[in-house]
């Protein structure tokens, strides 16, 4: 591996050095497969209907602990962020929203990394949080 | 000068001539700091190891500066690419504290640290030490046509200049400015796990061509690009764009060939 240096699964999920686009494609990643294993454990979970009411209430209790708050919580947060961040890659993946290309000049500020797109990262970010803290509430009944 | 060395009556040796005594002022000005280089041979060496080295520099040392005055008296073995040194030849791409920048475009007193490690780039062979093969890159570049492919381009005794517009150029002359230097490739996220991806170098130089007016070679390059190992694979981190030392902004390049493929551009 040393030979050919390709940075790997360590690289790609090394969010910290490129800027917030950079962890913005990390908490991507992270947040699609997250919801991909809720929306699994979901299937799951409801067809417990088929097996009767007690069964249903039992797996109902579970999300009544603190583990079952906190992992709610992160799937609100998980499914905010991912919708909020999904919105903008499917607009700038269609090639909106990128600014024009124009004559490069120092100090080369891609205009691809512009203020929409990272305004709309620290939004879904904050629309993430606030979901989740209003969440929490909801479940903790303040 | 007399036959002894002694000075012609009248005239007087200063204590230190001006331009020793200017060398020796910016000598005292100039600072330490430690270099790391990497070292790897990959015929004799399972891992790479690291070199250290004191150097002095100037708020004007490149950190290629650096390692050529460490080549030149200390380790003549060390593995390095470069010619032009002055960001235009795009051949001393290298990881330096951590990110892919040109050695000859980076300098030490902008790294703001007192060491400075440099590793050859990510995602490419190593030849040795800090060079590496520049196979794939040309072959991914060579793949996507990069020239103007047009049918009447066969130059004849009528052909006459392919007029444009400044409004013409101001499309693609941005892409136009890559010079080659893969640390686009040494980013992405995607070339980190997988050796088949066209990477971003080859996808901006596709839109160049594309963008360009000249051209007609639009839907043979879409072609090529659309593919498992193609444009799709890419997921819009920019980290291309963050590294790029020219301008030319590879994200927006393939967010906007995918416009095309998507059929919102024509
Ligand atoms: C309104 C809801 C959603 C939107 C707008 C959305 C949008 C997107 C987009 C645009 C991507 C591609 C990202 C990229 O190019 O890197 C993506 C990736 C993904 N999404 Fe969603 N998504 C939504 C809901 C979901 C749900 C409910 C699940 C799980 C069942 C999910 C699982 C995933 C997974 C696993 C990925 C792949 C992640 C990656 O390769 O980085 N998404 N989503
Ligand atoms: S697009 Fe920029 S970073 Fe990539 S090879 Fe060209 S000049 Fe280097
Ligand atoms: S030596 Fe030519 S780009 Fe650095």
Redesign the pocket.
Known sequence: MEKDRKEGIKGMANPGRYGIERVAYWLMRITGLGLLFYFIGHIYETSNLLDGKAAWNSMLELTQTTEGHIFLTLVIGMCVFHTGNGIRLMIGQAGFGLGKPSRADYPYTPSSLNMKNKLCIYVSIGLAALAMMYGLGVMYDV | MTKDGALPKGFERPSRSPSQEKYEKVKSSSKTTTLRISKFNPESDSTSTFSEFKVHYQRWTTV?DAILEVKSNYDHSIGV?????????????MIINGKPR????TKISELDSDLVTVEPMNNFPIIRDLAVGFERLIATHKRIKPYIIRDDSEVTSETKEFLQSPEDVEKYIQFAGC?K?GLCNSACPTMATDSSFVGPQALAQAYRYVADNRDKGKDERLKIIDEPHGIWRCHFAGSCSQVC?KGVDPAMGIQLLRGYLLGYRK
């Open positions: 290629l690419r470069y010619s032009c040194r002055q960001a235009t030849c795009g051949s001393c791409g040109l050695a000859c475009f010079i230097c030392p």
